[in-house]
């Protein structure tokens, strides 16, 4: 009765938002979690904050090098629920809630089975790295909403070419790619797939259509980050790619020197193994089949290449940088999957064969528990730094890494200042946050050593409290 009832719950679009809505912020209100984590992080609720006071007519002063899609929705909601975090983090969580839908009503348009919907919860509701995504402050979420629901109208599309369709293809990898700049390598094949065949039709209206779709989604873009030709065409990372960076795990750039356990094109894999998406994808491989791989599965997996290849050319690895594309495996592995536990079911025991599903269910929960708590105690330390500040009184304050952070609990004046990318004139009692430990592993040769020197060369330092996780307060003293 309960599997049933379980069944009828999520099997359906209108009960599977909602269930996943208020999971989601029952989540974040449990875990008094803001969904703040990660500088980028911190600056879209920076400049979400920056775009609602623009709207109150106060002006527009500042650049921002992202898109601005994220930001703006979340000032919008501002403007209705006042500022804060929460509004970002609640369209995150909507992201994640609609996402799971668009990716069960693709399922269920290419299958039958029942299984669809417990395999949907072990491979993306609970997925780790989808579940965290969903209630961080990023547009990774939002950008995800995008992409699969790009891959359900496509898959409509392929099924009845019609203009209806075509215009909700141009409307969706619009907004993906004004979400996230890189996210349309994914989205390119199937829409250049779509256009082809819109063309055949000599349908014209359509591809009008579809290019004023563009046009209307870019005009945020436009007016408020005017500078989007050179935030793509400066951005420092792009400037560093290489095909030789495929092949290499360690990296040194603006961001400090960093070594990794992989080479970038085995990370890119991690989609496949790696536990905070955990699903055993890889068993999967060996019960795949020619017919697995139609017209559809063929065109999401040209978008994966493509996107891979920008990805693992860059001299970075984040595990979040791999979301956009977690979602065409999951959609391409499900008739692999259902071969694989036909097989598991013909070769064990009834009650063994009973626990694998619950089991692997409390291993995804272990493993987004383990990751989740790693960003909260972040968090934690975020809010705590910018208390003791605010409670110290200091004036002038300097640090490195999580100044972007620990400035979002503070007031304009009592702002930390970057470390990171600008060279500063010190003064006496001037305040240095700094973690010894990452400096000597991540911040050596850099702008961070070059400040530091700069301080010690005119001034002594009295280290005046302790902090967690290894940060120190300093302070500098005029040299006797």
């Known amino acids: 009765m309960f599997q049933k009832s379980f069944e009828h719950l999520l099997l359906k679009p209108k009960h599977l938002f909602p269930v996943l809505l208020l999971f989601g912020i029952g989540l974040a209100y449990i875990a008094n979690f803001n969904g703040l984590y990660g500088q980028d992080s911190h600056e879209y609720f920076r400049y979400s904050a920056v ?44 992201s994640y809630a609609g996402a799971s839908v668009f990716m069960l009503q693709t399922l269920k348009d290419r299958n039958t089975e029942k299984s669809i919907v417990y395999y949907l919860l072990l491979t993306f509701i609970l997925s780790p790295n989808i579940l965290k995504s969903g209630l961080q402050v990023m547009s990774e979420p939002l950008a995800l909403l995008f992409i699969v629901s790009s891959f359900y109208f496509y898959q409509r599309f392929l099924k009845d070419p019609n203009e209806k369709d075509f215009i909700l293809i141009s409307v969706t990898v619009s907004l993906a790619f004004f979400t996230r700049y890189a996210v349309i390598l994914v989205l ?18 359509a591809i009008f259509l ?20 050179e935030s793509i065409t400066s951005n420092y990372f792009l400037g560093e790619w290489s095909v030789n960076n495929l092949f290499s795990k360690e990296f040194r750039t603006i961001d400090g020197e960093h070594t990794f356990r992989y080479p970038n094109i085995v990370f890119l894999s991690s989609v496949i193994w790696h536990p905070v ?45 791999l979301l956009p594309i977690y979602p065409v495996l999951v959609i391409c592995n499900y008739p692999a999957t259902l071969r694989l536990f036909n097989f598991i079911e013909s070769k064990v025991q009834k009650r063994i064969r009973n626990l694998i599903p ?53 007031t304009k004046d009592q702002k930390v200042k970057n470390l990171i990318t600008d060279l500063h004139n010190f003064q006496n009692d001037d305040i ?19 400040n530091l020197l700069e301080a010690l060369e005119m001034h002594d ?4 409290v302790s902090l967690e996780s290894n940060w120190v307060v300093f302070k500098l003293n005029k040299r006797r």
């Open 210 to 229: 579809g290019l004023v779709i563009l046009i209307i989604v870019s005009l945020p873009e436009y007016f408020l980050s005017p500078q989007i030709t």
């Open 188 to 205: 390119l094949p199937l829409a250049i797939h779509s256009l082809h065949i819109i063309f055949r039709q000599k349908n014209y209206r």
């Open 277 to 321: 998406f955990f699903f055993p994808f890889f068993p999967s491989c060996f019960f795949y089949k020619k017919e697995d791989f139609r017209l559809f599965e063929r065109i999401l997996l040209l978008g994966v290449l493509s996107y891979c290849i920008l990805i693992g050319g860059l001299p970075f690895q984040n595990l979040r940088m």
């Open 358 to 410: 619950k089991g692997l269910v409390l291993l995804q929960l272990s493993f987004f528990a383990y990751l989740f708590i790693i960003f909260i105690n972040r968090n934690y330390l975020e809010k705590r730094i910018a208390t003791h500040i605010k409670t110290a009184g200091y004036s002038r304050v300097f640090s490195h890494d999580i100044d972007v952070g620990v400035n979002s609990y503070l």
């Open 51 to 94: 775009l609602s006071d623009y709207f109150k007519h106060e002006g527009l002063n500042e650049n921002f090098y992202w898109t601005v899609l994220y930001p703006l929705f979340g000032s919008l909601l501002n403007l209705i629920f006042g500022q804060g975090p929460f509004n970002l983090q609640l369209i995150s969580i909507a």
């Open 461 to 464: 330092t009295l280290r005046l």
């Open 432 to 450: 240095l946050i700094l973690n010894l430990e990452q400096y000597e592993r991540i911040w050596h040769n850099s702008n961070v050593e070059s």
